[in-house]
Nanobody, 121 residues
């Protein structure tokens, strides 16, 4: 079993910064892809950042000049540094990881509870 826990959200003024964390716990100790998603009320879930185990990082065009994702594999944790926040960044931020089970089956972790980010204008 593996669980994810997101943290670091909050209320911030436009132009401010937040650093989100997503930590995995449980029996899985090595993850391949780690992904941040976000969802605003009434909108579809949007991919924010995806990290591959080799370090390759993909950031959504809408935030790539302001957001930076990083990972600490020793801690099984994914981070999202968000700078120059704008109200459109408000939403609930989720993470999901994938891993290999039994040497050949790719599994995806359950979604965490998410962490709320609210950016005031």
């Amino acid at each position: 079993q593996v669980r994810l826990a997101e943290s670091g959200g909050g209320l911030v003024q436009a132009g401010g910064s937040l650093r989100l964390s997503c930590a995995a716990s449980g029996s899985v100790t090595r993850f391949n892809g780690m992904t941040w998603w976000r969802q605003a009320p009434g909108k579809q879930r949007e991919l924010v950042a995806n990290s591959h185990h080799g370090g390759h990082m993909v950031i959504a065009d809408s935030v790539k000049d302001r957001f930076t994702a990083s990972r600490d594999d020793a801690k099984n944790t994914l981070y999202l540094q968000m700078d120059s926040l704008v109200p459109e960044d408000s939403g609930r931020y989720y993470c999901v990881f994938d891993y290999v089970e039994n040497g050949n089956t790719i599994r995806t972790t359950p979604w965490g509870q998410g962490t709320q980010v609210t950016v005031s204008s």
